[in-house]
């Protein structure tokens, strides 16, 4: 490969997908990750894009939901590219409406999806026994179901991007020298080597566990939410349960008591899950900056670099439509990134 016009560090879906839109305008692309591809939250098993609820409308709401209506043709396109599938659908979420409160709250949020939405998805009370077993319980006997919601497999993804890199004739090394304009996607290590450097905090690693079930729930069954746990089913006849939420931690990668409290939480909330076999337990840690938003744009202490980092949750819900503003200020030096998206906001 000729010399590299954008070196990302960085592997993870922050990374690759940022790499993917500048390679898609024509630009030589370097990856490079000390650790591998998807090490760190990327390689996880859940995959859930939920949308924030449509109420109390925000920058960080309308880029969430600008980037979930790209979706379907980004991944479409890596995909092609690449030749490998990224278990992407736009399958929608059943969640419990259990009293008279949840069900006023979902009738607003009904109405405001109308608007928020721009009727290009919705926000539906439904009936729980129109789905059969697949539904949490809900005392009511009622759903909230959106629409908008979709699900991929995180480690798939990944490979599907790059597969869909190195068609373009990218490279994805664990080491090498850094060439062209930087960007660096270094998830939470990288938040953590960045607080030291500026002798402030700026963001810090969450670690999270999950587990996935071998039940097939049928390749469009929507994904569910209850008792602050989603259930994800994905296109290879798999279930994926999460998560732990977990600031404190000694080893990033080991599952414990946690995860079992989850696992058997989910089985109470979803009987139809009371016999699956768990054939994985994993855990990780998912990069949070200290706005809670993503942190993108110039680097704060490089000069001419930039950072993409922060996705904590909901990263590859962001990741389409982040992919494409990177590539606009990285590429062509348009800045389009919300003001609290940008390292200031998580630096003062």
């Not at 925000?58 to 890596?78: C, H, I, T």
């Not at 939405?117 to 009370?125: E, N, S, T, V």
């Not at 480690?155 to 960007?183: F, Y």
């Not at 989850?262 to 768990?278: E, G, N, S």
Request: glycine share 12%; net charge negative.
């Amino acid at each position: 490969m000729a010399m590299a016009d954008i070196t990302v560090y960085g592997a993870g879906i922050f990374g690759l997908g940022v790499a993917w839109a500048c390679a898609v305008r024509g630009a030589k692309v370097q990856v490079i990750d000390p650790y591998g591809v998807g090490s760190g939250s990327s390689g996880g098993v859940v995959g859930a894009l939920a949308p924030h609820t449509p109420e109390n409308w925000n920058d960080k709401k309308q880029f969430q939901f600008e980037s979930l209506m790209l979706a379907e043709p980004f991944w479409r396109g890596v995909e092609t590219a690449g030749g490998l599938s990224t278990g992407y659908a736009r399958s929608g979420r059943l969640q419990p409406l259990n009293d008279t409160r949840a069900l006023e709250f979902a009738e607003a949020r009904s109405e405001n999806a109308k608007t928020l939405w721009q009727g290009r998805a919705r926000f539906d009370i439904v009936a729980a026994d129109s789905f059969g077993d697949w539904a949490p319980k809900s005392e009511t006997g009622l759903l909230a179901f959106d629409t908008l919601s979709g699900r991929m497999h995180p480690r798939m993804t990944c490979a599907a991007l790059v597969a869909a890199l190195q068609s373009k004739g990218c490279t994805i090394a664990t080491d090498g020298k850094p060439e062209g304009k930087v960007i660096e996607a270094t998830g939470w290590r990288g938040l953590l080597r960045l607080a030291e450097e500026m002798d402030q905090p700026v963001g810090n690693g969450v670690k999270g566990q999950g587990a996935v079930l071998d039940f097939a729930a049928g390749r469009d069954a929507p994904q569910l939410f209850a008792d602050a746990l989603h259930i994800i089913p994905h296109s290879n006849g798999t279930i994926a349960i999460g998560s732990t939420t977990e600031r404190d931690f000694d080893d990033p990668e080991s599952t414990d008591a946690q995860l079992e409290s989850v696992i058997d939480r989910a089985r109470l909330a979803f009987p139809v899950l009371k016999d699956a076999p768990v054939i994985e337990r994993w855990a990780g840690v998912r990069p949070r900056a200290k706005s809670r938003a993503p942190m993108i744009g110039h680097h704060p202490t490089r000069e001419g670099a930039f950072i993409v980092n922060g996705g904590f949750k909901i990263g590859f819900g962001m990741a389409p439509k982040l992919a494409e503003i990177m590539a606009d200020l990285v590429l062509d030096g348009i800045d389009q990134i919300p003001e609290g998206f940008k390292p200031e906001a998580s630096i003062r």
